[in-house]
């Protein structure tokens, strides 16, 4: 029956993509071929593969239809989230997005430049620094790769065990859950595949940064 659900919502979450970027088309008052080729698409098959369900919309997919449309939201073109048009930010947060994979990006955030918004309208309000995207694949379902992480800087010791936190340290960058260890000043960084990923210990000595994650945009492609 799980599976069934599953499947189901995965194939609703599918139909959906295409219903926005079938809106947008449609507002633009352009057919697909064309509307593919104005944003920059070789051919229009790029979105016939999102119409039948074979992909999703990437991020350059978005990049490419706001460039020339800016009054399209990205964040609800990439995931349904919020209003279609940009004007609705207003109404919502705003904060810096990196498209860059949160392990590699924090670990050179002092040298990145943000020239994106993820503008969040959400019922409760979400309190992140910056977006980062997660391309890595410990975290397993909790944290898909290409989900886009919401991530705020809090002092090491306001970590709660259980949750997920970006840790930077001396040796280290990465996503983990974080746990208590037996040592007595350091952490243990839990994947949730653990089939294929070990556990880390880190000292509380060698943390030169730590993250919560606040908020995870999962894009279905």
Do not use: H
Not at 17 to 40: Q, S
Not at 174 to 179: A, D, H, P, Q
Not at 201 to 209: S, Y
């Amino acid at each position: 029956m799980q599976k069934n659900f599953n499947y189901a919502k995965k194939m609703r979450e599918k139909e959906n993509n295409w219903e926005r970027i079938e809106a947008v088309i449609k507002w633009a008052n352009m057919t697909t071929n064309y509307f593919a080729r104005y944003i920059g698409l070789a051919r229009g098959e790029n979105l016939y593969q999102i119409k039948r369900g074979n992909n999703g919309i990437s991020f350059d997919v978005a990049n490419r239809i706001v460039a020339k449309f800016p009054q399209i939201d990205k964040l609800w073109l990439l995931t349904g989230e919020g209003q279609m048009f940009a004007d609705s930010r207003e109404r919502g947060a705003r904060i810096p997005f990196y498209d860059v994979d949160v392990e590699q990006g924090l670990a050179q955030l002092a040298r990145l430049k943000s020239d994106e918004w993820l503008c969040l309208s959400f019922a409760r309000p979400v309190e992140s620094d910056f977006a980062m995207v997660y391309r890595g694949r410990a975290m397993g379902d909790s944290i898909p790769p290409e989900t886009v992480v919401l991530l705020k800087r809090i002092d090491p010791e306001a970590i709660i065990p259980g949750e997920e936190y970006a840790i930077v340290s001396r040796k280290i960058v990465t996503l983990r859950i974080v746990r208590a260890a037996e040592q007595e000043g350091k952490l243990r960084l839990v994947a949730v595949n653990r089939a294929n990923y070990d556990d880390m210990l880190v000292d509380m000595n060698d943390l030169d940064a730590v993250y919560r994650v606040n908020g995870k945009l999962i894009i279905n492609y």
